[in-house]
């Protein structure tokens, strides 16, 4: 049953919901989610939520009775493990989420990542699950891919899939990297969101990891970022308000309040809200009063490539190979815990810093990856400086990092396979 609080949500609350997540920067958290898709090791296809060994059924059981952690259910079926260790969850067509628990360092972060890759792995060779390491399926056509059995995926894929060509694509095909970092103050809300919005481009750059599709090279280097930006051009991409001067958690929430809502959770489960704004949901009294739970919904369902809960999380990277996987919370954290790093970054991206310039540097490092340009300056010579930037703060900061040599080793390891320079070989 869900209780209704009896004071309506207004708009005034809802700031203070980011504004009351301010945190001193002595208690700064950072933390990551990332996605893998399993195929069938003998057979060759995506596995099924249920059926054998090689199914996601199968392996949720198996990562289960060999981590501490409890099992989460949506009526019979079995969705996740939730764990001191983090959360494991499903996406649409199967994909595997790891959601890591908030951690202190990088160090820290690096080595729950690789505790989870080590289960994952032997999940993988007991089932028979091969996982891959691109971000888009390179093989499997949309209508072999299964889907899984969530109540929010009934709502979201018919919604999503009358919005946009590619939306059933992103929902079950797709794979990236996510990361999460506090903020102080509405000023540093502001700069970290803007810098991690200029340096979106270069993210996608140097992480692009999804050229093929259908069992051929789609002419892009992150057809992943392509695809999102046929999804839905309501909830997707960057809203124009970002590249506004005035631009500041109040004017991201007013936008976010104008956003279509896609869910609402009653007694009786998730229900669609039909594409009513928030803004207009909180309106309604009585039994239809909305609630915070339907606010965090709706902020979930935000696919903007830099979103805010009470954290702010970074989006722009597709998924890596294992070995580094972990070079993606390191760009960040490296962009946006420094100050001197985050004002480099954002005079860095102050060439593509108007709405149309974004879009075309982020269609340009979809296509091109490294070979594109954002406002009129190599994305090569962009990213070159921002690995230089992360790089050379990062080793100054070993109650961070623990030791350089391996926290930052998958970055400039990455650096180094793609013909850059800023991080001076130490790959």
């Not at 149309?356 to 340009?364: P, R």
Request: some cysteine.
């Amino acid at each position: 049953m869900i209780e209704k609080d009896c004071a309506p949500l207004t708009r005034e609350g809802l700031l203070g919901y980011f504004l009351e997540a301010c945190t001193p920067r002595d208690q700064w958290l950072l933390g990551m989610e990332f996605e893998k898709m399993g195929v069938d090791a003998s057979a060759g296809h995506r596995i099924p939520y249920a059926g054998g060994n090689a199914s996601v059924q199968s392996f949720l059981h198996h990562y289960l009775e060999r981590r501490d952690g409890d099992p989460i259910y949506e009526g019979e079926n079995l969705i996740g493990v939730d764990g001191t260790w983090g959360t494991i969850s499903l996406e649409p067509g199967g994909q595997v989420e790891w959601s890591s628990r908030p951690c202190v360092t990088l160090a820290r972060l690096a080595e729950e990542l690789e505790t989870h890759h080590r289960f994952l792995d032997d999940a993988g060779s007991a089932l028979g699950i091969r996982w891959l390491d691109e971000a888009m399926d390179p093989f499997t056509p949309l209508s072999d891919v299964p889907w899984m059995p969530k109540a929010r995926y009934k709502i979201l894929g018919p919604y999503l899939g009358a919005r946009g060509r590619l939306a059933h694509q992103m929902m079950t095909q797709t794979t990236s990297i996510q990361c999460a970092f506090d903020f102080e103050s509405p000023e540093d809300w502001t700069r970290k969101f803007r810098a991690a919005a200029l340096m979106a481009p270069v993210a996608v750059a140097l992480f692009a990891n999804s050229s093929m599709a259908d069992g051929k090279e789609t002419g892009y280097r992150s057809f992943r970022q392509a695809v999102w930006r046929e999804t839905d051009p309501d909830r997707c991409g960057l809203p124009s308000v970002v590249f506004e001067p005035s631009f500041g958690i109040e004017a991201w929430l007013d936008w976010v309040l104008d956003a279509p809502s896609i869910f609402l959770l009653r007694a009786r489960g998730l229900i669609p809200a039909g594409g009513v704004s928030f803004r207009r949901l909180m309106e309604r009294s009585g039994r239809d009063t909305v609630t915070m739970e339907d606010w965090k919904l709706h902020l979930s369902a935000i696919f903007t490539e830099i979103r805010s809960y009470a954290y702010l999380e970074v989006r722009s990277a597709d998924l890596q190979p294992a070995e580094t996987v972990m070079a993606v919370p390191v760009f960040w954290a490296g962009l946006l815990y420094d100050d001197d790093v985050l004002s480099a970054a954002l005079e860095l991206g102050s060439g593509h810093d108007n709405f149309q310039a974004w879009n075309e540097a982020m269609e340009t490092a979809a296509r091109s990856g490294l070979e594109g340009s954002a406002g009129g300056r190599p994305l090569r010579e962009l990213a070159d400086r921002a690995v230089a930037l992360v790089v050379n703060g990062l080793e100054k900061r070993p109650e961070f990092v623990g030791d350089p040599g391996k926290t930052l080793r998958p970055l400039c390891s990455l650096a180094d396979r793609l013909g850059l320079h800023g991080a001076g070989g130490r790959g």
